[in-house]
């Protein structure tokens, strides 16, 4: 179901990103610019944070579909953020191979070291975590991925968790 | 060793780059194909190589393509499935990571074979670093005269686009790739029609795996006939397998079809035997939608006869004492892993990325999850056993896209060779929370007929 947040905080796409999406719309024949729709959402969630119902109707408006139309596909993908996370979300893959080499493990140690369940934000708004399904990294598991560049985190340890949180925290 | 031809340039330096790809001799299949040959006649070199589809179903390639409706005025497109989300595959991602050029290469030969003016490389949302290497991969293509208007000359224009998805399963299934890529959300689509005739966008459109378009390039190379030389049978050429789970060397290995599976699993070559140790107990040989198998039914047939990594041999016996290549998505459990753990994450999984589309399948994947998560965490009965059956029955062949099978055969072959194990689950429900089942018979090599198997399985 979808959640549309609370928070109802108009957004401003700036020109250098709407200029980004009159490039991805250019990819598709013409009237067939709702294929942009995918790839114009995760660039609204790297601006963003998340993907916002204001932002959705904008997105809907640029592309001259209905919102509904947003977000329908918003709430299908798993990827979309309805609501706000932490600056960084640690994502991690919880499906079978990854579970023969220790994934539970990571998850837990990660859940005691933030301190927070799984889809909650840390206090300081920096971190969240969840499991993700299969990130056909199986052959270096267990693995992560941290948005918006999902960057890969391969053969995770306690101690390389422990080092990458770290690290993030003192950027 | 075996031959290599998708992975020979895997470990030099800057092969990512144009310049060192065609250093080693990238290209050349381009280049021989918009000047030497014709669509048809590409066409004709594909369906002489016997190249089946290698992202899951086998399907033969060159018929696919022959399949291309070919209106008069009406677009056709070329979309390829970088979709990959098969727990326990990770070819492509490999691929794409290392040897780019191979896939903008391929699908180059492969939009002039189709007539292909537009195509699209639909990458998994998540694979954001290989989304931004395809991206550097084809300008770099593009600036060298291989892409774009009037490729080297020959009149023949392409334009190559990637587009990634939103994070969803259900979107390596062809259709529902195709609806994402129009966007909108993944749910299948009821075929007929088919893609080659209503795809993309309503027109003819063929959908084709990573592996299987990057193969193109040394068919066109060598001629289909001498890939038909490689592998065994119908198994034609080489074939990705990802090796994962408790392996002493997992990772991506090309493999000529038709190597025995013992070989795969412990020689040095390949994956180096079992990780710590321990011993085999099972393994999934296609990724996590093709049956189960206990370590004894991996190795040999149910007669005592070597096992071969090939679509044949890995499917002999059918569901009763075999599986099936799959993907190539290689998952191998020692036996310290408990089957009803894995069945239970399994399907999780299943219900996770059912599309609820159709009842079968939204309701039955939960149902499944449900049982085996309580029999996993010893609140389980023994008619669990035979409702998941049920249940995984009723959902078999009763859906629009494969993905109810696939949710299906994980379980019930689960409980076809491992019962045992959920049994024991039943009866000792507080020894299974703190130990587990351990290797048990599961590796003894079986000697009956095929007759007397699939009689115990009834």
């Known amino acids: 179901m979808l959640k549309v947040e609370e928070q109802q905080q108009p957004v401003e796409f700036s020109s250098a990103l709407v200029e980004k999406f009159d490039e991805i719309v250019s990819r598709y024949p013409a009237g067939k610019q709702k294929s942009a729709l995918l790839p114009l959402l995760h660039l609204v969630q790297a601006e963003f944070g998340w993907t916002s119902a204001p932002a959705m109707d904008k997105v809907a408006e640029y592309l001259n579909i209905e919102p509904i139309e947003v977000y329908e596909v918003a709430s299908f993908y798993s990827m979309y953020f309805l609501q706000p996370k932490g600056k960084y979300v640690l994502e991690v893959c919880r499906t079978g191979p990854c579970c023969l080499v220790g994934a539970e493990k990571i998850m837990a140690h990660i859940e005691g070291k933030l301190g927070v369940k799984e889809g909650e934000v840390t206090a300081d708004g920096l971190f969240s975590w969840r499991g993700v399904e299969c990130l056909a990294a199986c052959g270096y598991a267990p693995v992560l991925q941290i948005g918006p560049e999902y960057t890969f985190y391969e053969n995770l340890t306690e101690q390389s968790v422990d080092t990458l949180i770290d690290n993030l925290r003192n950027k | ?458």
């Open chain 2, 1 to 458: 060793m075996g031959r290599k031809l998708l992975l020979e340039h895997i470990n030099v330096p800057g092969i990512n780059t144009l310049a060192v790809y065609r250093e080693k001799g990238g290209y050349r299949a381009v280049e021989k194909a918009l000047k030497t040959l014709t669509p048809d006649e590409v066409v004709e070199e594909v369906k002489k190589s016997g190249l089946r589809g290698r992202g899951g179903a086998g399907f033969p390639t060159g018929m696919k393509w022959s399949f291309l409706a070919k209106p008069e005025g009406v677009a056709r497109y070329l979309v390829c499935n970088a979709d990959e989300s098969e727990p326990g595959t990770f070819k492509d991602r490999y691929l794409m990571t290392y040897i780019p050029h191979a896939l903008i290469e391929g699908m180059i030969v492969a939009s002039f074979a189709l007539g292909a003016k537009t195509s699209y490389i639909y990458v998994r949302g998540e694979m954001m670093p290989q989304i931004r290497i395809l991206e550097k991969a084809i300008a770099e293509a593009k600036a060298a005269g291989f892409l774009g208007k009037n490729i080297l000359g020959t009149g023949y224009d392409l334009e190559l686009y990637v587009q990634p998805g939103g994070g969803a399963y259900i979107c390596g299934e062809e259709t529902a790739l195709l609806e994402s890529l129009e966007g909108k959300r993944g749910n299948p689509r009821i075929k007929p029609p088919f893609p080659a005739i209503a795809g993309l966008y309503g027109c003819p459109t063929v959908v084709n795996n990573v592996e299987s378009i990057a193969a193109v390039v040394p068919i066109i190379n060598d001629g289909g006939d001498e890939y038909a030389k490689i592998g065994i049978g119908r198994s034609t050429g080489t074939k990705l397998i990802s090796a994962s789970g408790n392996l002493v060397k997992p990772g991506v290995y090309e493999i000529e079809l038709g190597l025995p599976v013992e070989e795969f699993i412990y020689s040095d070559e390949y994956c180096g035997g079992i990780a710590n140790g321990k011993r085999l107990k099972a393994t999934v040989a296609g990724g996590s939608s093709v049956p189960i198998l206990p370590a004894n039914l991996t190795l040999k047939y149910a007669n005592g006869e070597p096992r071969l990594m090939s679509y044949e041999s890995l499917s002999e016996g059918g569901f009763a004492t075999g599986t099936m290549l799959g993907s190539g998505g290689f998952i191998a459990f020692d036996e310290d892993q408990c089957i009803v753990r894995n069945t239970w994450n399994f399907s999780r999984f299943y219900h996770h990325e059912s599309c609820g589309q159709c009842s079968p399948c939204r309701e039955g994947t939960g149902w499944l999850e449900k049982v085996l998560h309580r029999l996993e965490y010893g609140h389980g009965k023994m008619s669990d056993i035979d409702l998941l059956v049920d249940v995984s029955k009723k959902i078999e062949g009763n859906t629009i896209c494969p993905l109810g099978d696939a949710a299906a055969w994980p379980v019930a072959s689960a409980i076809r060779h491992f019962r045992d194990e959920f049994e024991w689950h039943v009866k000792e429900p507080v020894k299974s929370l703190s130990s587990n089942y351990g290797l048990a018979n599961y590796a003894v090599p079986i000697e009956k007929k095929v007759e007397e198997v699939k009689q115990d399985n009834l």
